[in-house]
């Protein structure tokens, strides 16, 4: 069975990249706007991994993932990070709220698929 993946960006052509390129490698892809509709849609489906945004409006990537980590069904569910910001100072505060890793914007779609794999098993 597929794994499922929730992909929550504010950018419309980057969620559709990112679903283009896990699809293909075989993943389904739920998608969120923002960090209060992936929120939602994480607690009305079951998720294998969570991709997000770090700036977003209404809820940002942070805040999703400190929202995700209060829910017993999110505690081992691997969270990675998809931005634009390299901050180490953003890195560390980002594994602190619980995030698995961190991969910057614009991505190579072999490497998306590769952190995927991996992170996944």
Do not use: C, H
């Amino acid at each position: 069975m597929a794994k499922t993946i929730l992909s929550v960006d504010d950018s419309a052509s980057i969620r559709q990249m990112v679903k283009l390129t896990l699809s293909g490698a075989g993943y389904d892809v739920i998608q969120a706007n923002d960090g209060a509709e992936g929120l939602e849609k994480a607690k009305g489906a079951k998720v294998d991994m969570v991709m997000t945004d770090l700036n977003m409006p209404v809820m940002n990537g942070l805040a999703l993932i400190k929202e995700l980590r209060k829910l017993p069904a999110y505690q081992g569910v691997p969270i990675l990070f998809l931005t634009t910001e390299s901050d180490a100072g953003l890195k560390s505060e980002a594994k602190a709220a619980g995030a698995t890793g961190w991969i910057t914007k614009p991505f190579q779609q072999d490497q998306l698929i590769s952190v995927v794999k991996k992170v996944l098993g």
